[in-house]
C-alpha cells in the first residue's frame, strides 16, 4: 500500500522523501513531486446533445474505453519517473478552455449523492495508482460543472460522500483538492469560491484523513488566510509567461506569516519550453516547488496531443508529451532501473 504524508517542505511517499539525495542542475529534489494534470481519467457525458463530440477517430465515445486506456498508461508514466497526477470527480473542460460547458460531467448527482459507474472508474484509478506508488491528487469540484449540484447543501452532501466513500476505499496515497481554481467568477455556488470555501476545507479536515488544499487561478497566490487553511499548498502557472513570475509566487507563500513549512506544488501549468536555458518547470524547481504538466489538444492538432482535451490518447504519443516526459526522465532518474 502507498501512503503520502507531509513534513517540513515535503512530500513523503512509503514514509521517505521523494527523490531522496538527487539534485538536478544543483537545485535538491527531496520532498518534490513531479506532476500531471490528467482530470479526465473518469470523464463522461451525460448530455446527449453533445456527447457525440468526444467520438474517437476510430468509433463512439466510451468512457470505459477512456479509464481502461488510462490505466493501460500508467506504468509508462512511472517508470518515466512521474510522481503524482491530478484527477477530478467533476474532470475539466475538454476543450483546454472552454467559455461554456454545457456537457454534464460529474461523479455527483443533482443531491450531492455519487453516481456508482463514476465512482467505480475512480476506485479502478487509485487502486492502480496505489499498486505503482503513485501519489493522487484527487480535485471534488470544477468551474462549470459545480451547477450539477442543486444547492450548498448538496455539496456539503457530495463532500461527505465523497470522502466516505475514499475512507471504504482505504487509500492512503491521496491528496485532495477542494476545488479546481476557486476564485474563478465562473463557479455557480458561493460556496466554492473565497473566503466561503474555507469553510469546505475545514469539512474535509474534521470529516477526512487525507491533507488537503485548494487552488486558484493562474498566477495567482493565495491569501495569508488560505496558506494558513492549507495543509500543502497549491499554486497554477497558466498565464505565466515569465518564468521569474514563478519564482516570484514560491517566494511569496514561503514569506507569508502563515506559512508554517508545507510543501508547494505547482500542479497545474501549461507552458513548457522544456529545452530553453529556462522555463517555468526549472523556475519552480529552482525554488524548491514541485511542477505539473497540463496539456490540452489545440485546434488544428492530431489525436495524440493533450491529455485534457477528449477523447484523450493517454499515450506519450507527442512530441509536446515527449518533452515532458523525457525532463522528467532526466531531473528524477527514471524509475525502470
Not at 513531486?33 to 476510430?58: C, G, H, I, K, M
Not at 481502461?68 to 470527480?89: K, Q, S
Amino acid at each position: 500500500m502507498t501512503t503520502v504524508n507531509l513534513a517540513h517542505d515535503a512530500f513523503l511517499v512509503n514514509g521517505s522523501p521523494t527523490h531522496a539525495g538527487r539534485s538536478w542542475q544543483g537545485y535538491p529534489l527531496e520532498g518534490l513531486l513531479l506532476n500531471a494534470r490528467l482530470v479526465q481519467a473518469v470523464f463522461d457525458d451525460l448530455n446527449p446533445e453533445t456527447r457525440s463530440r468526444w467520438n474517437y477517430p476510430d468509433g463512439p465515445w466510451d468512457p470505459e474505453r477512456n479509464t481502461r486506456e488510462f490505466l493501460a498508461a500508467m506504468p509508462e508514466w512511472r517508470a518515466h519517473g512521474l510522481d503524482a497526477f491530478t484527477v477530478n470527480f467533476q474532470g475539466g473542460s475538454p476543450r483546454g478552455y472552454s467559455q461554456e460547458q454545457p456537457w454534464h460531467n460529474s461523479a455527483f448527482r443533482a443531491d450531492g449523492s455519487l453516481r456508482p459507474d463514476y465512482v467505480d472508474r475512480m476506485g479502478r484509478v487509485l487502486d492502480r495508482a496505489d499498486e505503482l506508488g503513485l501519489v493522487v491528487i484527487l480535485g471534488l469540484y470544477y468551474f462549470g460543472q459545480d451547477h450539477r449540484l442543486a444547492d450548498e447543501a448538496a455539496l456539503r452532501r457530495g463532500v461527505t460522500g465523497a470522502l466516505d466513500w475514499l475512507k471504504e476505499g482505504g487509500w492512503d496515497h491521496l491528496l485532495i483538492e477542494v476545488g479546481n481554481e476557486q476564485d474563478n467568477r465562473k463557479y455557480t455556488h458561493s460556496l466554492l469560491r473565497p473566503p466561503r470555501c474555507l469553510g469546505l476545507l475545514a469539512q474535509i479536515r474534521r470529516e477526512g484523513r487525507w491533507p488537503v488544499s485548494l487552488s486558484l487561478c493562474g498566477g495567482r497566490v493565495p491569501t495569508p488566510e488560505m496558506i494558513e487553511a492549507c495543509d500543502f499548498v497549491l499554486l497554477h502557472g497558466n498565464g505565466v509567461e515569465n518564468p521569474d513570475r514563478i519564482r516570484e509566487m514560491v517566494d511569496a507563500v514561503r514569506d507569508a506569516a502563515t506559512w508554517r513549512g508545507q510543501p508547494i506544488l505547482v500542479n497545474e501549468d501549461d507552458h513548457y519550453g522544456f529545452d530553453q536555458p529556462d522555463f517555468n518547470a526549472r523556475a519552480a524547481v529552482s525554488r524548491h516547488a514541485g511542477w505539473g504538466y497540463f496539456d490540452y489538444r489545440r485546434e488544428g492538432e492530431p489525436f495524440a496531443d493533450g491529455y485534457q482535451s477528449v477523447p484523450v490518447d493517454w499515450s506519450i504519443g507527442s512530441d509536446r508529451k515527449r518533452a515532458f516526459f523525457g525532463w522528467v526522465r532526466e531531473v528524477s532518474g527514471g524509475r525502470d532501473r
